[in-house]
Structure formats: C-alpha cells, structure tokens
C-alpha cells in the first residue's frame, strides 16, 4: 500500500503543498455562499428583494455549475500554458468577485450576487489545475495518495461552515468575503513563488488540439468516470453546498436548543455551521484515506463498499424521520463515504488516461460539478414541491445504485485491457 512515507524524496513538495493550500482556500471561497445563505438573504429581505426557494437554489447551485464548466476551460490551460499560469489567471478572478461583493455589502442586488457567484466558480474550477499540477510530478503507484493529499484542499469548505457565520454575526456578512479576499491574495503570492511546473524530465507536456479533446469526450470510459464522479464528488459538494439551508429547514428547533444547553450559543444560525463543519469534515480530510485505501484494494472494490454505504444511508434519510443526533450521524457517515470515493475516482483516472491528465481532470471534474448542481436543485425542488427532503434523498440514491450497476458493468473489461499495465491496483 503505497502511504504517505513513500512520498519522502519523490516528487515536489513545496507544489505538492501549494497545490493543496491553493485547492484549499479556492475550495472555501467556492462554497462560501452555502454558510452565508440565510444571512444573505436577510440583508436581501432588507432591501425588499425576497429570495424564493427557486431563488436561493440557484444563487447556491451557480458557482458550482460555473466551476463545473470552466473545468473544461482550465483543463484546455494546463495543457496549454501550464498548470502554474493557468492557476494564477483564475485566482485574479477569483479575488475580483470576492472584493465586488465585500465592497457592495448589503446594497448588493441579487442579479449582482449571482455574477459573483459566477466568477467563484473559477474557484471551483481549480480543481482541474491543483491535481495535474501535484500528480505530474509522481509516479503512478503514488497518484492515490497524491491526489488525495492534493484533493483534500476541499476542507476549506468545513472552514466556510465554521467561522464565515461567526463573523457575520458579529461583522456582517460582507465582511466574510473581504476576509476571503485578503486570503486568496495571500495565497496567490505564495503560489507565485513556491509553485513549479514539472520539468520534461518528470513529465513532458503534449499539448492537444480541439479534435484530441473530442477524441477523448467519443471514449466510452470518459463517461463512466463522469457518472462516477458526478456522484461521489457531486453528492459532496452538492451536500456541503446545500447543508445548511437542509439543517436550518429540517432541524432548527433542535440546534436551537442544542446550541443553548451545550454550546452556549444562541445564534441557531452559527450552529448551523458547526454541525455543517463536522459532517463536511468528514469527507474533506477522508478525500486521501479514500486514495491510499484503493491503492490497496483497488479503486473498482473500493468504489463498491463506499457507494454501497452511501445508497443505504441516503435510502435510511429518505424513508424514516430521523432525530437530529442520529441525522447528523448519518450524514456525517455520508459525507465521509462520498469523500472517499473521490479518492478512489482518481486512482483509477491517472491510470487509465496518464498521458491527457489535465484535461481529462477538468472534463471528469466539470461532471462533479454538474453532479453537484444538479443535487441541489433536486433538494431545492424536493422541498418546495412536498415541504421535505424525502424524494431528494431517494432521487440520490437511485442515481447512486445506477453507478454502482456501472462499476459492475465495467469492472472486467477495466481489469483485462489497460488495467494490466496500469502501473497500480485498479
């Protein structure tokens, strides 16, 4: 099994770092909507704009289907400019949209909000850059750990969920996006000087044009992989985006009086975000415990049990009307299995399409995106057509088992062809 030890005197480790610090903060400011949801629409309320279910659905649902698409654009500047420059380009527009909203504060308008959700989404998008720029400079037997470290940059989001509603609180919640701002320029500096492209003795670039990428898009196992991913990292991010709005409809009179008699905290909407936090959590810091364990048992065994798991668990919310200890149990193991999986997801990808990395990063990656998209707006529309959230979590878990009736279809012709000389376990 390869593990972390094995990484010693491998590789790069200042970019290895830079790729998960900068996955990291883009992550949090990505979702940094989720957390802010109610207190956004507060100050909306204020102005005389009140946000619909549909409303807030798509205000929370457009950075993730922005950073969906502009996946594919990234992916095209790793393998055209460099994963390095291409970084750099999509942090400035990232920080242009965080210091638009900070500077607006509460006369922002809702059509304002949504063009700032758009331009997060270049955070989103990151993805497609911080793990081919960590993974070229391993080899395969280590792209499971690798990526996961890279990938578990997606912990900013249990950052979001744990201090942005403290600061609104006491600061407004405009301030959280300056805060985020002042971060991300931070972390831009220090990419800019820590960071490194592979050198051609590690990993030689081969640029391709329109018709190599359609090529890639005409192969069967591109769509797999995004069927894979859609669930595994669109549950995750779909859920994190989502969870918030999930507990404060679901559970706020039970977190009201647990945040009195255990947190000492009267503000349900802060609480909100710390049982947010320790669900996200899960999946966030798992994302390399996911990797490491299919570079043992393989990536197509591992995506059974923890899809296996997940299907049972969003089955179990879907049917029986949990109390909050045990809902928030649930989800913590969902979020945690679902994180996981998006280690053994890219296992499986370096192996199978090595040599189109980058790109292949941002077309799997756009459908993790879209995955997510398309599971908030499916509990956006769960709850405004019955008022709960049943039908959501058994649409999910429907589109879990055709995933696993995938795996099952693809595992041996996986196994027989481009598995045998993969390089690791698949």
């Not at 793990?131 to 997606?154: C, D, E, R, S």
């Not at 679902?338 to 990063?361: C, E, H, S, W, Y």
């Not at 529309?381 to 049943?390: H, I, L, T």
Request: with cysteine.
């Amino acid at each position: 099994m390869a593990g972390f030890r094995d990484l010693i005197g491998k590789g790069h480790t200042p970019t290895l770092f830079m790729a998960f610090l900068y996955f990291d903060m883009s992550f949090m400011v990505w979702t940094m909507l989720g957390p802010l949801s109610t207190e956004i629409a507060e100050a909306l309320a204020l102005g005389g704009h009140i946000m619909t279910a549909g409303e807030k659905a798509t205000l929370l649902s457009l950075p993730i289907l922005s950073g969906a698409l502009l996946r594919i654009l990234l992916g095209f500047g790793v393998d055209k400019l460099g994963a390095k420059l291409t970084a750099l380009l999509a942090q400035a527009v990232v920080i242009t949209s965080l210091l638009t909203a900070y500077l607006q504060g509460n006369s922002i308008t809702y059509e304002t909000l949504l063009l700032v959700a758009l331009g997060l989404g270049f955070a989103g998008a990151s993805f497609a850059v911080a793990l081919p720029q960590a993974g070229q400079w391993y080899p395969a037997k280590l792209q499971g750990v690798v990526l996961g470290i890279a990938g578990a940059g997606n912990i900013g989001v249990v950052i979001d969920f744990l201090f942005a509603p403290k600061i609104a609180q006491y600061y407004g919640w405009e301030s959280v996006f300056g805060v985020g701002a002042v971060m991300a320029i931070i972390v831009f500096i220090a990419y800019a000087f820590l960071a490194k492209n592979a050198p051609e003795s590690v990993y030689k670039a081969n640029p391709k044009k329109l018709k190599d990428y359609l090529k890639l898009l005409r192969d069967k196992d591109t769509w797999w992989f995004n069927l894979f991913y859609a669930v595994s990292f669109g549950g995750f991010v779909g859920f994190a985006g989502y969870m918030k709005v999930y507990l404060m409809n679901t559970y706020q009179t039970d977190m009201s009086a647990f945040g009195s008699d255990f947190l000492n905290e009267s503000n349900v909407k802060v609480v909100a975000g710390y049982f947010g936090a320790l669900c996200i959590f899960a999946g966030a810091v798992l994302r390399p415990v996911g990797g490491a364990i299919a570079d043992k048992l393989g990536g197509i065994k591992s995506l059974y049990i923890f899809f296996g798991i997940v299907t049972l668990l969003a089955m179990l919310n879907a049917t029986v009307t949990l109390p909050f200890g045990v809902a928030i149990v649930v989800l913590f193991l969902i979020m945690a299995n679902l994180g996981m999986a998006n280690g053994a997801v890219f296992q499986l990808v370096p192996q199978r399409f090595g040599k189109d990395i980058g790109i292949m990063t941002g077309i799997i990656g756009a459908a993790g995106g879209l995955g997510g998209t398309a599971l908030i707006k499916t509990l956006g529309w769960s709850k405004g057509a019955f008022d709960g959230y049943a039908a959501g979590f058994t649409i999910f878990a429907i589109v879990v088992l055709v995933a696993i009736s995938g795996i099952s279809l693809v595992k041996t012709r996986w196994r027989t062809t481009w598995g045998v000389q993969a390089g690791g376990r698949i």
